[in-house]
């Protein structure tokens, strides 16, 4: 059997192939911030299913060892969240700052929508007694 680690022409070829398959992963990741849904469901991804903005400790259990499971499963989530924002910042820090302002401004957007259904809802209370 012949080993490529001491095969240069080997290496530069295998350096050349992960440089092109990297290319095109960060080619998908331009496309999908690229547009409105793909910054959407980027930003969906990363802070809520990855919880990067969430607590890891939860309160409510009490045993140590389900704690500490619950702790490190939230740890690994909030670490493929951590590594797809810096993957975002490096490649394509502008479309990832545009995905963060929208993702901010629809959230103050729809805690306004709230804010007033809750009102309305109050006040039609009220005007029922």
């Known amino acids: 059997m012949t080993s490529f680690l001491g095969n240069e022409n080997v ?5 050349q192939i992960d440089r092109r398959l990297r290319a095109g992963e960060i080619g998908d990741l331009e496309k999908v911030l690229g547009t409105s849904e ?3 469901l980027y ?3 990363v802070y809520e299913m ?3 903005e969430g607590l890891t400790f939860h309160d409510s259990i009490k045993d140590g060892v389900c704690a500490a499971r ?3 499963h939230r740890e690994g989530q909030r670490l493929v969240g951590r590594v ?3 993957e975002a910042m490096q490649h394509c820090p502008e479309l990832w700052l545009t995905a963060k302002h929208e993702r901010d ?3 103050a957007s ?3 929508h709230r804010e007033l259904a809750v009102t309305k809802s109050v006040n039609e209370m009220e005007q029922r007694q």
């Open 70 to 72: 619950h702790d490190a």
């Open 43 to 45: 930003c969906r991804i």
């Open 84 to 86: 797809l924002v810096e």
């Open 105 to 107: 401004t629809k959230a």
């Open 11 to 15: 290496q530069k070829a295998l350096r």
């Open 50 to 52: 990855c919880n990067l």
């Open 110 to 112: 729809d805690a306004v």
């Open 38 to 40: 793909g910054r959407r």
